[in-house]
């Protein structure tokens, strides 16, 4: 028969017809002038995999205490205290405080110059459960504050990385430590080189989520998926509202005092970030406006939100359909990206000044599989933000409190995860060339995650330091 053809790996045959029809910007041509793998493959001789493990730290890295204070900058001063003690908590919990100073160092280690759209905040704890439309539960990436496309390499050894240092907090010896990094580049390198031999469509939704723990050989963590994902099916809307709301006297429900995480908030505050909800419609596909058209606002509080994020404004909005029902949003400010500065250093370009909320919004769709429905963007007082549900069964595991045995099979999840999200915007193919079948790349990404561990291990001793000296205050266990 005649017609195109396409064999695994070995590209499209163009008809006749199809040789001369114009080329059409946004799509591929067939057969490709280069073939990505052998060209990743290529570039093993300019970045040999061996080089993943240095750890250079040059005499100008910031001071990690002077860090901490630079990225306190410009957040709520009467909240950094929390932030701060939620840092010194651990090594691992420094970690999650402190992507800018890892960015500034990552930006001193060999990168192959193939690019993807960043999670930029790959730690460890930034994988979880949440819901999609149709009440199912869904295991991805779920941070995206410092989302930016970058060089794929930097994701890979933060999650490594985070894993020795959740491992240690777990109780696991240094080989199970080293493991769990390994695992997590294997993992990674072989979810790539199975979505380089897929059909580009089925590698778009590959690994499916029941799949997953197979895919992953990670079945020691089954026990620990179902009590969260179990968990997860709780925690909604309705039952955040139920907790943290009361009748008014007019029969509506409003936000009940919950201080330092859940506070009450003046009038007028309130009044314009429910306003800035008329602007976040417009970032929604139109096929939204008619759900949200039918609840009406209710209320508005500040929360406190997670470790990286801190001190930054946060606002949940309660709304309310015609029986009482409650929708939750999370009204959150979006600063620039703290990878921003440093992917220049790495021969990448700096993104261009915009809409930061817009930049997470889309960041976030382009990496997760599934995506919230109501995600999107606005700006309250010139200050951007990024809108989404709150609590939309979301889950997590803490990799810190893992039985230190499951730490491995957590890693080699994450990994492939990391892989499917990165394989969005970069050719698997690419990568997968590059990384190959050995395991170069794996024993080299475990070596820096340990390097790397050790190194934060000290920084945390010194915000610890400083905490008790008076130079940097810390409100503990909020």
Not at 39 to 53: C, D, E, M, N
Not at 170 to 181: H, N, V
Request: aromatic letters at 6%; hydrophobic letters at 45%; charged letters at 25%.
């Amino acid at each position: 028969m005649g017609g195109s053809r396409v064999a695994g790996g070995t590209g499209a045959i163009p008809s006749a017809r199809a040789a001369k029809l114009p080329r059409v910007a946004g799509f591929a041509s067939w057969p490709e002038r280069d073939d990505p793998r052998r060209a990743g493959k290529a570039l093993r001789g300019r970045v040999p995999r061996r080089t993943h493990a240095d750890l250079v730290l040059d005499t100008d890295r910031p001071d990690p205490v002077t860090a901490v204070e630079e990225s306190n900058r410009g957040r709520l001063r009467e909240l950094t205290p929390i932030r701060v003690g939620r840092m010194v908590a651990s090594p691992f919990a420094f970690l999650r405080g402190s992507a800018g100073l890892m960015a500034y160092d990552l930006a001193r280690t060999r990168v192959t110059g193939i690019g993807a759209h960043l999670c930029g905040d790959a730690h460890a704890g930034n994988f979880g459960l949440y819901g999609d439309a149709r009440g199912g539960l869904v295991m991805d990436l779920n941070d995206f504050d410092e989302t930016v496309y970058g060089p794929w390499e930097w994701d890979l050894k933060r999650l490594a990385a985070s894993l020795v240092l959740a491992g240690r907090e777990a109780g696991a010896d240094e080989a199970g430590c080293l493991a769990a990094a390994r695992d997590a580049a294997g993992a990674y390198r072989r979810t790539m080189r199975l979505l380089a031999r897929m059909p580009v469509a089925d590698a778009w939704n590959a690994v499916a989520d029941e799949e997953l723990v197979s895919h992953a050989d990670a079945r020691d963590l089954l026990g620990t998926l179902g009590r969260v994902a179990e968990k997860a099916r709780r925690n909604t809307s309705a039952r955040f509202a139920a907790r943290s709301t009361e009748a008014a006297a007019d029969g509506s429900r409003r936000f009940v005092d919950a201080a330092p995480v859940l506070t009450r908030i003046p009038e007028d505050e309130a009044a314009r970030v429910a306003a800035a909800l008329g602007p976040y419609l417009n970032t929604l596909p139109e096929d939204r406006l008619p759900l949200l058209a039918r609840y009406a606002i209710q209320d508005v509080a500040f929360r406190v939100v997670g470790t990286g994020s801190v001190g930054t404004r946060s606002y949940v909005v309660l709304l309310l359909d015609h029986r009482g029902e409650p929708l939750v949003l999370q009204v959150k400010e979006a600063r620039p990206s703290v990878l921003g500065p440093h992917l220049g250093r790495a021969g990448f370009a700096v993104p261009e000044a915009g809409h930061e909320g817009r930049r997470v919004v889309l960041g976030q769709k382009r990496i997760q599989v599934v995506s919230d429905v109501l995600l999107g963007w606005t700006s309250v007082d010139q200050r951007p933000y990024q809108v989404r549900q709150f609590r939309n069964r979301k889950g997590s595991v803490d990799p810190a409190a893992l039985p230190a045995d499951q730490v491995d099979d957590y890693a080699r999840m994450t990994g492939a995860l990391l892989a499917r999200a990165h394989a969005h915007s970069a050719d698997p193919r690419h990568i997968a060339g590059y990384c190959g079948k050995g395991e170069a790349l794996d024993e080299a990404v475990a070596a820096f995650a340990v390097a790397y561990a050790d190194r934060t291990e000290a920084d945390h001793a010194a915000l610890v330091t400083a905490v008790r000296a008076g130079r940097l205050e810390a409100e503990m266990g909020v």
